[in-house]
């Protein structure tokens, strides 16, 4: 079995969330535009009941540049 070691990223964004699901998508796409691609986004979930702890596992299932930790 071979294991590869990850690459630490370059830039890490850590951005708070509760109840911001309005804006949320609109700021995690608009970091993910950006021209440097050697990023994470870790984003803290602090118990949020508008849908937006959905929202953040089904983008995070997609993308591994997207952690979501829960509060």
Same mark, same amino acid.
């Given at each position: *079995?071979? =294991?590869?070691?990850?690459? $630490?990223? /370059? $830039?890490? $964004?850590? *951005?708070?969330? #509760? ?9 995690? #796409? &608009?970091?993910?535009? %950006?021209?440097? %691609?050697? $990023?994470?986004?870790?984003? =803290?979930?602090?118990? &949020?009941?508008?849908? &937006?702890?959905?929202?953040?596992? &089904? ?7 997207? /952690? =979501?930790?829960?509060?």
């Amino acid at each position: *079995m071979i =294991v590869r070691k990850q690459a $630490v990223p /370059r $830039v890490s $964004v850590v *951005m708070p969330n #509760h109840n911001c699901l309005n804006y949320l998508p609109l700021a995690v #796409h &608009s970091i993910l535009k %950006q021209h440097l %691609q050697d $990023v994470e986004i870790i984003i =803290v979930d602090d118990g &949020s009941t508008d849908g &937006s702890g959905l929202w953040l596992a &089904s983008v995070a299932r997609g993308d591994p540049r997207i /952690r =979501v930790l829960k509060t």
